[in-house]
């Protein structure tokens, strides 16, 4: 019913930028918050940042200042900007969707790999 896509992953060297993409279809009826979430190999998933409909940011103090997190309402799609990356960034990306007004459920994207390194 409901697809997300995440592309714009790949290998940077520290101290780079990727700029990720998450575009969200099917039966969309009230997109609320979408985020984004990264999971390191023997780690748990992270929230990375958040965005409501209404441009509300969130971040977490570790990439406060160097991501930036954004949204397409017309094309349901949300981004984030990633500068400065690090190594420690290193992790599959995922796109997470918020879709309903009463009953809200949960849509995860497949992920993309974001590789820091030298």
């Known amino acids: 019913q409901v697809q997300l896509v995440e592309s714009g992953g790949g290998l940077v060297q520290p101290g780079g930028s990727l700029r990720l993409s998450c575009a969200a279809s099917?039966?969309?009826?009230?997109?609320?918050?979408m985020g984004w979430y990264r999971q390191a190999p023997g780690k748990q998933r992270e929230l990375v940042a958040t965005i409501t409909a209404d441009d509300s940011t969130n971040y977490a103090d570790s990439v406060k200042g160097r991501f930036t997190i954004s949204r397409d309402n017309a094309k349901n799609t949300v981004f984030l900007q990633m500068n400065s990356l690090k190594p420690e960034d290193t992790a599959v990306y995922y796109c997470?969707?918020?879709?309903?007004?009463?009953?809200?459920?949960?849509?995860w994207g497949q992920g993309t790999q974001v590789t820091v390194s030298s």
């Open positions: 997470k969707a918020d879709i309903g007004r009463v009953l809200v459920l949960h849509y």
């Open positions: 099917g039966n969309i009826f009230s997109l609320n918050v």
